[in-house]
Each structure stands twice: as C-alpha cells, then as structure tokens.
C-alpha cells in the first residue's frame, strides 16, 4: 500500500494526502473545513462541512487509485509506489 492511499484512508478529512503531495492549498482548505464543522457541529451546520470534505477526500480517493491527475507522484515528483 502506498503512502498517499494510506493517508487518504486514514487522514484525509485532514487533507494530509494533499500536503504529501504538494498540493499544500487543497490540504489547508480540507482542514478548514474539518476544523470549521468541528467547530459548528453543535448548531448541525458543521454536518454539511464534513459532507463538503468527504465527498470531496472520496473523489480524490478515486483519482488516487486511478493514478488521474498529478496524484501519481509526490510534492518532490518522485512517483509513487503501486
């Protein structure tokens, strides 16, 4: 298993497959959104932010898998493992 489906798995409402990478801007705005619905869930408005986020960690969970897109190398270029 590689390390960016690895990190998709397991942290990507955190946006760390993004920031592994390079993709630094998608990573901090997943974890905006992650904080922000963390922050809102009280008042139910933070529900549609992690819906936001999922539905968003899952397309690219996606992309991953198929290798779409520059999801087939890290923030150094180095391509990463199948």
């Not at 139910?44 to 198929?66: H, K, N, P, T, Y």
């Amino acid at each position: 298993m590689d390390r960016d489906f690895a990190s998709v798995l397991f942290l990507g409402s955190f946006g760390a497959h993004n920031f592994y990478t390079g993709r630094t801007s998608f990573g901090v705005a997943q974890l905006v959104l992650n904080i922000l619905g963390w922050a809102t869930f009280w008042f139910l408005l933070g529900f549609a932010f992690w819906a936001i986020v999922g539905i968003w960690v899952f397309i690219e969970f996606i992309m991953i898998i198929a290798g779409a897109g520059d999801y087939d190398k890290d923030a150094r270029g180095v391509p990463l493992a199948k």
